[in-house]
């Protein structure tokens, strides 16, 4: 299906820049789990994005992850909403007014004063802002209503079909205001040290309806070129094949899938060499594909600077 819509997307051959460790730090961050560790380490591109444009209008949180992801040294208050966790908590329950709500929550507030001066470690911020942002979510019902296929067309629902649900809720989630969101792909595991074709021949097919339903999706809603979409690991796989018939890890080289964004698709960028080792042409690091996603979503990286906890600005 995505074959007949390779105008819609850009594949990189040439991604490089991988420290080799199984961590979403490298395609949240596009650094290694060790930089700046000392003061908690890179944030999530949603945190910096949450951080830098604030809360939605809608109420809903600038940034949804269902894989984590590091909200390193801009604290937890800049941490992913995670839809899994809050499923059940996002609609007022029964008989509860906004009114009383409302009560419940100035009444945590008051107690909280009573304690905020003895909290040094950011944890109560944190709590005080996930509190203004469950309230708002659960009063507005915006990311409670996106996350209920049940209010979707039945026959969009089955274009996406039964293993792309959350790429669907994605689509969803955008449309309530969400900003970034992160996942892991909903199709299976993709660390094949051994069984790899047995593994891809399961999960390529689900990968190849889920993306190509989304870009389709985006397009019938007038959202492709708004939305970015980036599809790739946190390392490439061993152009050899081991005895288990497996691909182990291979941080020399990796590739990317682009799509929407107002990007410059239906091209390949870069090369490798003859057995996949090596890049050869047009070498692109991790932090470039995030360079462009913050440009995306309105992000000068050039100017941009966020001030961690030692004063000193971080581009």
């Known amino acids: 299906k995505l074959a007949k819509m390779a105008d819609k997307f850009a594949v990189i051959r040439s991604l490089v820049g991988s420290n080799a460790g199984h961590s979403s730090d490298q395609t949240h961050t596009g650094y290694n789990r060790k930089s700046m560790a000392n003061i908690g380490g890179r944030p999530s591109i949603g945190s910096v994005v949450g951080r830098l444009q604030g809360a939605t209008p809608s109420g809903a949180p600038p940034f949804v992850s269902y894989n984590g992801g590091p909200f390193g040294y801009l604290g937890p208050i800049h941490k ?41 470690s950011g944890q109560l911020e944190a709590l005080d802002s996930y509190t203004i942002r469950a309230y708002e979510m659960v009063t507005s019902g915006e990311v409670a209503n996106a996350l209920d296929l ?12 039964s293993s792309n649900k959350n790429l669907l809720i994605a689509r969803r989630l ?12 909903p199709w299976g595991g ?11 021949r399961k999960n390529l097919p689900k990968m190849d309806e889920g993306l190509a339903a989304l870009i ?24 050899r094949i081991n005895a288990k018939a497996g691909r182990d890890h291979w941080p020399k080289l990796a590739g990317a899938f682009l799509a929407g964004g107002n990007m410059r698709t239906g091209q390949v960028v870069g090369s490798s060499s003859r057995k996949a080792e090596y890049a050869k042409d047009r070498a692109v690091d991790y932090q470039e594909v995030l360079a462009t996603l913050y440009h995306n979503l309105g992000i ?9 906890p030692t004063g000193r600005p971080q581009y």
């Not at 993709?190 to 790899?196: A, F, K, L, V």
């Not at 050039?302 to 961690?308: E, G, H, L, P, R």
């Open 190 to 200: 993709w660390d094949t040290h051994s069984n790899n074709f047995v593994t891809l």
């Open 80 to 120: 992913g909403f995670s839809p899994n966790e809050a499923k059940n908590v996002l609609r007022m329950q029964r008989g509860l007014t906004v009114d009383r709500l409302s009560e419940r929550t100035n009444l945590l507030s008051s107690l909280d004063n009573i304690r905020r001066d003895i909290d040094s």
């Open 216 to 239: 389709w999706d985006l397009e019938r809603c007038d959202m492709y070129s708004d939305v970015s979409i980036v599809v790739w690991g946190e390392f490439g796989r061993t152009p």
């Open 150 to 161: 049940k209010l979707e067309k039945a026959d969009i629902v089955q274009r996406y079909g």
């Open 300 to 308: 000068d990286t050039v100017s941009t600077t966020i001030v961690d």
């Open 174 to 185: 955008i449309q309530a205001g969400v900003r970034v969101i992160t996942m892991n792909g």
